[in-house]
């Protein structure tokens, strides 16, 4: 899954720290959300971390689970040294403990009346997740614990397993967009992991052994290495009895950390060019290298690519779309990898170079000149509209608290950046436009379609 | 993006515990058409937007054979400009405010969606009601709009998955509006012109046909006296008709290929005819489905062709692949993407299946699975106040029940498998497929030619039509 940063309105007041309820757990944060909801942050000795925002509108709730290990660790891990283990055992976690064998995870789960239920993998982090009636909360958390601390793997369905991933793998490779994607990371970093795609490749997915399997979830399935995130009709004296209960007699260990590579600084702009068999029109993807999610200039920089590219009267959907020479045009940031994305999918009669054409234009434009007053409120606004829709479902609050937490070490960052887009001014686009869209830092992949006579030699 | 895939928030009233509904029927007028809109709203009092819909009852299915897509057409002209202000000003202001405006076509309903911050909800309904009721229907705006939909079209090329779909529904739908999909085709889109908009916008956009539906912070009186005031602006006109057209499903299978050079994958689409929303078979049919293909992880094709046999990642069945279910018999689809070497084997290890299904119905574990996980789901449905308008929309619309969760358990735990056995007996067809697979055309043949050297004539599979994407959306 690609990232999307959904940014935040609130105004967060820390009502509380590090308070010990008891020695089962510790109560560390609470923090009142801007549209007045409390949201509790628990600990327990073995360092598991819990976050509960208590909704009670319906009798239902989200409960997900996030584990700070993704693709970019397995690559950087001394005894692995390659990527797919981390997306291939998301898989696995699916495939039995001796209590609840193959299928019976799925099958209780289903009987439970789980919404939504499934599980992803990224670059940083592995999440596993679903909506169940509240009523259903302490089985879910038998359930969810036990395959935590005693998934059985089994050779015999790693191999099985092994053919539903690699399906997985040939569907994107169909993709000409996702190889697009692909091949943006690759060209963007050239040591960072970044390069290397979740999924594997066909031969490292069919050579992942069964003892790299358990050295890898006996490595990093820790509970001091996930947090627990639920949102919806519960509350903490029933929550965290339940967690306590559960998960408070799992051992933490050490995790090991590596550290990334560091890359070096771009100096000129990159290019590749490539063809595939599945696409019909030019692809085009330009990315500008941006700093991490931390980085104050991150609110600017997420206002500006909403101004570029949110609504029908965006800047790129008139001068692309409506125009005729693009069908699709999107801006976006992404952090972990750090990069602004322009991503445009082409006319079958015009060529990916018209598109860098005008983005040119369109980044020049904001560069040499202040937003409008009336583009920046639209622009603001859109964003607050985007927040108030999300927030209103509990697995994509989940979600966004879930992602923050995992690209920035706090949950609340999403909220604390779009507080800071109300102190922005209309000059603050530009400055970052002109600090960071610059040629010599950014990277262009075109994807076009194969030429006629070799579209079936 | 096809502009037809721009969903939005559909919004209805239903009431379950606390949940507070309104519902507006006026009595009828003398020449039998209402006195006052119909309107279902429910008040969420914490709510940070205000979320309406606009549903005009009339969709694709009325289109004519030669212009489809000219009610998805009428819908996005509304959207781009009134009388008063250009495309350009009533978008941004329209954004400005922290709103946002789209059109969605099914087969018998147009439906305007549309949210925006708490804060400007008036300004947003006075821009709603200029839409709907002024529009400018402007000729370079409809030219542009035209090209942008043409380009959305043949950009469906690019996805193996539609392709498959638009393969199939030009067999069990031909002859009819629906053998293409709502937005059209690139023929069908040419033949439009802006005086077939205007015309269709005026036969159709009339108080009869109009619906209110909307989730907000407001007092009920607020928004209900907003939706009137436009409501009473549109004229009278015709009731709704409900048109419905029939399904062509062959004897024995039929294998029609999409040739896409090279792919990794074939994209399979199975399709049959399925039920409308008012078959009194539907919760039976849904329940036995649900653990034959309709869940993922859990079902039966999920476990066996993907968990047993690693053929595939994706593989499942549904009664609602082209939409939710309607006043019109849908379709009964299987899909899947298997790796290419296992096309065959899928295709044929799927009809095994569905004959077993259809033979023997669920093992009692697999039938007590799906009433379980369907009854304590239930709530799902009703989760927030857009999902509870949105239940109590599709019960006006279709004139179906919605049922309590005392109810809902009832119903579906009086299903048996004897019970299942009948209809799927009744309603679908042992060998009535038609099978669409997106693949190279020659990788195709090869493969099914080695899968069937050994197998009777008579049971072997032969491709009975090629399209190539650009027929397909042409």
Not at chain 1, 261 to 290: C, F, M, N, W
Not at chain 2, 357 to 386: R, V, W
Request: proline share 5%.
């Amino acid at each position: 899954m690609k990232i999307k940063y959904f940014l935040v309105l609130a105004i967060c007041t820390i009502i509380q720290t590090h308070q010990v309820i008891a020695a089962d757990y510790e109560k560390v944060a609470e923090k009142k959300l801007f549209n007045g909801e409390v949201l509790t942050e628990y600990k327990l000795p073995n360092g598991l971390k819990v976050i509960l925002l208590p909704r009670h509108e319906a009798k239902v709730l989200t409960f997900q689970t996030w584990f700070d290990i993704g693709s970019l660790d397995e690559k950087m891990d001394a005894k692995l040294k390659k990527t797919g283990l981390a997306h291939l055992f998301e898989h696995m976690m699916f495939r039995g403990t001796d209590k609840y064998p193959d299928g019976k995870f799925d099958e209780l789960t289903s009987r439970m009346g789980s919404d939504k239920q499934n599980a992803t993998t990224y670059f940083y982090r592995t999440n596993y997740y679903e909506s169940i009636p509240s009523n259903q909360l302490k089985k879910l958390l038998e359930l969810e614990s036990d395959r935590m601390a005693n998934l059985k793997l089994d050779a015999a369905l790693l191999e099985k397993e092994k053919g539903a991933v690699v399906g997985e793998l040939r569907r994107a490779l169909d993709n000409p967009g996702r190889i697009a994607w692909d091949e943006l990371n690759r060209t963007v970093f050239e040591v960072a992991p970044f390069r290397y795609t979740v999924i594997g490749t066909e031969e490292e997915i069919k050579g992942f052994s069964f003892e790299e399997a358990q050295y890898f979830y006996k490595t990093f399935y820790a509970p001091n290495n996930a947090t627990i995130i639920v949102v919806g009709d519960t509350n903490e004296e029933e929550l965290m009895k339940w967690v306590v209960k559960y998960y408070g007699d799992m051992k933490s260990q050490e995790i090991p950390r590596y550290k990334m590579p560091e890359e070096p600084a771009q100096k000129k702009e990159r290019r590749v060019e490539k063809t595939h068999p599945q696409a019909t029109s030019d692809i085009l993807l330009v990315g500008y290298r941006i700093p991490p999610v931390n980085s104050p200039d991150i609110v600017s920089l997420s206002l500006l690519s909403t101004h570029l590219s949110t609504g029908m009267e965006a800047r790129l959907r008139k001068a692309l779309v409506d125009s005729g020479i693009a069908v699709s045009a999107g801006c976006g940031i992404s952090n972990v990898p750090d990069y602004l994305e322009f991503s445009v999918s082409l006319s079958e009669k015009h060529k990916a170079e018209e598109a860098l054409e005008i983005i040119d234009r369109e980044v020049n434009l904001v560069k040499s000149q202040t937003v409008k007053k009336d583009e920046f409120d639209r622009a603001l606004n859109q964003e607050l509209l985007s927040l108030y829709n999300m927030i209103e479902d509990n697995s994509s609050m989940a979600n966004m608290l879930g992602d923050y937490l995992m690209v920035s070490g706090d949950y609340m960052r999403g909220f604390e950046i779009i507080d800071q887009f109300k102190k922005l001014k209309p000059a603050d686009l530009k400055s970052v436009a002109k600090k960071y869209l610059n040629k010599e830092s950014r990277s262009i992949v075109i994807v076009r379609p194969p030429s006629k006579k070799s579209s079936r030699s | 993006m096809l502009r037809t895939t721009l969903l939005c928030v559909v919004l209805s009233a239903f009431a379950f515990g606390k949940s507070k509904v309104s519902f507006r029927a006026a009595p009828p007028s003398q020449n039998g058409v209402p006195a006052a809109p119909i309107v279902f709203y429910e008040r969420n009092p914490s709510g940070l937007t205000s979320d309406v819909s606009v549903i005009v009852m009339t969709g694709s299915i009325e289109d004519p054979l030669d212009k489809v897509g000219l009610s998805n057409l009428v819908a996005e002209m509304v959207l781009r400009g009134t009388q008063k202000m250009s495309r350009e000003k009533f978008q941004s202001e329209l954004e400005r405010i922290g709103g946002s405006l789209s059109a969605v076509v099914s087969m018998d309903t147009i439906q305007f969606s549309g949210s925006v911050i708490k804060e400007n909800n008036k300004k947003f309904l006075a821009l709603l009601e200029e839409a709907l009721l002024h529009p400018a229907f402007n000729e370079k705006d409809f030219l542009e709009l035209k090209r942008e939909i043409l380009n959305d079209i043949v950009h469906v090329k690019n996805s193996n998955g539609r392709l498959g779909g638009l393969a199939a529904r030009r067999e069990i739908f031909k002859g009819t509006a629906l053998e293409k999909p709502g937005f059209g085709s690139k023929s069908t889109i040419e033949k439009i012109s802006l005086a077939d908009v205007q015309r269709r916008y005026n036969d159709f956009f009339d108080r009869p046909k109009i619906v209110f539906a909307a989730a907000a912070p407001f007092p009920e009186s607020e928004m209900l006296d907003a939706f009137a005031q436009i409501w009473r602006q549109f004229p009278d006109g015709s009731k709704p008709t409900k048109k419905i057209v029939n399904l062509k499903v062959p004897e024995k299978p039929v294998l029609i290929v999409v040739d896409k050079p090279k792919t990794s994958t074939g994209s399979l689409f199975f399709a049959q005819a399925g039920i409308s929303i008012q078959d009194p078979e539907r919760y039976t049919l849904n329940t036995g489905n649900f653990s034959f293909g309709g869940e993922p992880l859990v079902s039966r094709l999920f476990r066996i062709v993907r968990g047993e046999l690693g053929w595939t990642y994706a593989i499942g069945s549904s009664y609602s692949a082209l939409g939710g279910l309607s006043g019109q018999q849908g379709l009964y689809t299987i899909s899947s993407t298997p790796s290419v070497e296992y096309t065959s084997k899928t295709i044929f290890k799927i009809l095994e299946m569905w004959k077993s299904y259809l033979d023997e119905g669920l093992s009692s574990d697999e039938l007590d699975l799906a009433k379980d996980s369907l009854i304590n789901s239930y709530p799902f449905e009703f989760e927030t106040a857009a999902k509870r308008v949105s239940h109590k929309l599709t019960s006006y619309l279709y004139n179906v029940p919605i049922l309590t969760p005392e109810e809902f358990a009832e119903k579906i735990g009086d299903i048996s498998n004897r019970k299942l056995k009948s209809a799927l007996k009744e309603k679908q067809k042992a060998n009535g497929w038609i099978i669409a697979l997106v693949a190279d055309k020659d990788v195709v043949a090869k493969d099914l030619e080695e899968y069937q050297k050994d197998l009777p004539k008579d049971q072997r599979l032969t491709i009975s039509k090629v399209y190539t994407p650009d027929e397909l959306v042409n």
